[in-house]
């Protein structure tokens, strides 16, 4: 089955610029989206297929995709920022895969 | 608006049954492909199984054989039978809407666009 791979943790300075790396075998081939979840709260999505944008979420969160790694930057990072953060795809042979999630500290 | 209501989470035996309900406001369920996930206490996001629109159903291999999704058309309503229920079957239950994506030959969920706040099922003797 197929497994994605994330940090269980990323600090980022206020203002700063954030990075969470997910790793899976050709990651780079497949479209992956990102959530994120504060807690108690359900996951919102806030970038689909790789580096789109849904409407509302700030232009300050962008992603990337190539290789064996896919990456959600933050930039100019905000206490309300603070969250966890999966990556997702679907896989032929597993189906929706998400990774084990990232927490996020803007310090 | 387009919203996604659970509920039918609760406290049940081990062995036990919970049938689980998602109302959708502002779109069509039976026109769209919709998931259930859930989310252990403390742990991360699990897929657990879909509906497409034209009626296909898909399990993870954790559920498969004791759970069953299915949708009432009349009333706009998604549902999760889950039978057979094990300790480790406890967590927050979502529902959520998916975008649907092409993947080769394959037309299936490609992400989800419109989440539920979620319902709790707690397995317990």
């Known amino acids: 089955s197929y497994e994605l791979t994330q940090p269980l943790s990323v600090s980022v300075a206020l203002g700063q610029t954030a990075r969470i790396p997910c790793g899976g075998n050709?990651?780079?081939?497949?479209?992956v989206h990102w959530y994120q979840q504060k807690p108690g709260q359900a996951p919102v999505l806030v970038i689909y297929?790789?580096?789109n944008r849904p409407s509302g979420i700030p232009e300050r969160f962008s992603g990337s995709n190539s290789g064996n790694t896919a990456t959600l930057t933050i930039s100019r990072a905000q206490a309300g920022d603070e969250a966890d953060y999966y990556c997702?795809?679907?896989?032929?042979?597993?189906?929706?895969?998400f990774g084990g999630g990232t927490k996020l500290t803007v310090l | 608006e387009v919203q996604l209501v659970e509920s039918g989470g609760g406290l049940v035996q081990p062995g036990g049954s919970l049938r689980l309900s998602c109302a959708a406001s502002?779109?069509?369920?039976?026109?769209?492909?919709m998931s259930w996930v859930r989310q252990a206490p403390g742990k991360g996001l699990e897929w657990v199984s879909v509906?497409?629109?034209?009626?296909?159903?898909y399990y993870a291999d954790s559920v498969k054989g004791r759970f069953t999704i299915s949708r009432d058309n009349s009333k706009n309503t998604l549902y999760l039978q889950m039978n057979s229920l094990r300790a480790e079957d406890t967590a927050v239950y979502y529902c959520a809407r998916d975008i649907v994506g092409t993947h080769g030959d394959y037309i299936t969920s490609d992400y989800m666009d419109v989440w539920g706040k979620g319902t709790t099922v707690t397995v317990s003797s």
């Open positions: 509906i497409y629109s034209g009626g296909s159903t």
């Open positions: 997702q795809l679907w896989d032929s042979g597993t189906g929706v895969v």
């Open positions: 502002g779109f069509t369920v039976s026109s769209n492909y």
């Open positions: 297929r790789d580096d």
């Open positions: 050709y990651i780079g081939s497949n479209n």
